[in-house]
């Protein structure tokens, strides 16, 4: 498949890209080149989110065998000689994370100034991280957190309402390891790429209050708990950015969406593409950018003349999906959904979108593909693609259609990849 190619195949190469971006986040290739030496002395290796475990891997393969604890989500564990990898619910907390995280802070709680941690922090580590502060029960924050993630709050406000209502996020877990030395390796999966929003920021400071949390509840609609009102009326629990517990932690990002977002821009120029990248930390509600880019690239058509190289579009950043039905999807699916409708047809533009972890909502589906035929096709099986997205029925709709994009676990995540191509 070049651009000297006679057979053009848009869905392959949207694949393709997505494969690449993915390839190029895994921690076997990214993490290495951000590691010390292994110190002398004792050294724990702790950590959570979806890409931890092989985040764990890459470090033992450099290290060798070391002590330490790491909570990953379901199927996503990785064969350590020396790390326990503990496996999770991913996106709502249970009790696995809970008994695991009671164990990691059990492991820093004897260290001195001479010994060294390594914190292995991604997307997920919000939900697998759970230590509710006192007064409110494992069933409470399920359900607190299970709202926030079906009322199409940004990531941002989600984890401001996460971290107050927490022991280890805001900071907590680095406090928790003082004196010891803390370096904190992560792969972001947030717009902006800011190290207090991965996994709600367990080894960063944070200045926001309580307040702001309750204000977050009340502007997404959440309805909170007694105890849990109780709970951010009464106790700050994160740990502000200037405290000297902090003083002994490095925070680094080794893997952001901006870099492979780049890779599947050069394999797209590298096919004979012309590429434009909209942003890589493009947030808001799934259909809405949906329908912008469908005007986006209806507007690039109606521009290009017979002969113009293929043109690709390029966007990352973390949708979200305000939940009004009760059919099985996801912010990606439902963008791809939300496209089609928009586009309406309309000949020589494809498009995909997934979630570079493999988990597209709560889903074993990354996200999905689309073409011109979409509609068309789905009308002929008696779908009813408007349908679908008014109950967030869109992983109903692809898999019916067979247009799922399924990866399994990727053991990465540096959210969404959304690709357009317009080929005429």
């Not at 907390?93 to 004897?110: I, K, Q, S, V, W």
């Not at 367990?202 to 977050?216: H, Q």
């Not at 999807?329 to 439902?334: D, V």
């Amino acid at each position: 498949m070049t651009a000297a190619s006679p057979v053009f195949d848009p869905v392959t190469l949207l694949r393709a890209l997505f494969a690449r971006a993915v390839e190029v986040a895994d921690p076997m290739r990214a993490l290495a080149a951000h590691l010390p030496e292994k110190p002398a002395g004792r050294v724990v290796v702790i950590g959570a989110g979806k890409a931890s475990a092989r985040m764990a891997e890459a470090v033992e393969a450099a290290w060798g065998p070391c002590e330490g604890l790491v909570i990953t989500r379901y199927g996503y564990a990785r064969e350590c000689a020396g790390i326990e990898i503990v496996e999770a619910a991913h996106p709502v907390p249970d009790a696995a994370g809970a008994e695991a995280t009671a164990r990691m802070l059990d492991l820093l709680a004897d260290l001195g100034a001479g010994d060294f941690v390594l914190a292995l922090i991604s997307g997920g580590a919000s939900s697998l991280l759970v230590a509710p502060v006192e007064g409110v029960t494992l069933a409470e924050k399920q359900a607190v957190n299970a709202a926030l993630l079906a009322s199409g709050a940004p990531i941002g406000q989600m984890n401001v309402l996460r971290k107050h209502l927490s022991r280890v996020k805001g900071g907590q877990l680095a406090a928790a390891a003082y004196p010891a030395r803390m370096l904190a390796l992560m792969i972001s999966d947030v717009p902006g790429d800011d190290p207090a929003f991965i996994g709600s920021g367990p080894t960063v400071g944070d200045a926001s209050s309580s307040a702001e949390a309750l204000e977050v509840a009340r502007r997404w609609g959440i309805e909170l708990p007694e105890s849990v009102t109780r709970a951010l009326a009464e106790q700050s629990s994160v740990v502000a950015p200037g405290d000297p517990r902090l003083s002994r932690c490095e925070n680094r990002v080794i893997a952001a969406p901006a870099q492979s977002l780049q890779a599947a821009a050069e394999l797209a120029q590298g096919e004979g593409c012309e590429v434009q990248l909209l942003g890589d930390a493009l947030e808001g509600e799934a259909r809405e950018l949906a329908a912008e880019h469908a005007r986006q690239a209806m507007a690039l058509k109606a521009r290009r003349r017979a002969g113009d190289p293929p043109l690709v579009l390029l966007s990352g950043g973390e949708v979200t999906v305000t939940r009004r039905g009760d059919g099985s999807g996801g912010p990606n699916a439902e963008y791809c959904l939300a496209l089609a409708l928009a586009l309406d047809g309309a000949a020589g533009i494809y498009g995909l979108a997934c979630d570079t972890d493999g988990v597209d909502g709560a889903a074993e589906v990354a996200g999905a593909v689309i073409g011109p035929e979409t509609l068309a096709r789905a009308q002929a099986l008696g779908l009813d693609a408007e349908a679908a997205l008014a109950c967030n029925d869109a992983h109903g709709f692809f898999g019916a259609l067979g247009d799922q994009v399924v990866t399994g676990p990727t053991l990465t995540n540096v959210n969404d990849f959304r690709a357009i191509m317009i080929t005429a």
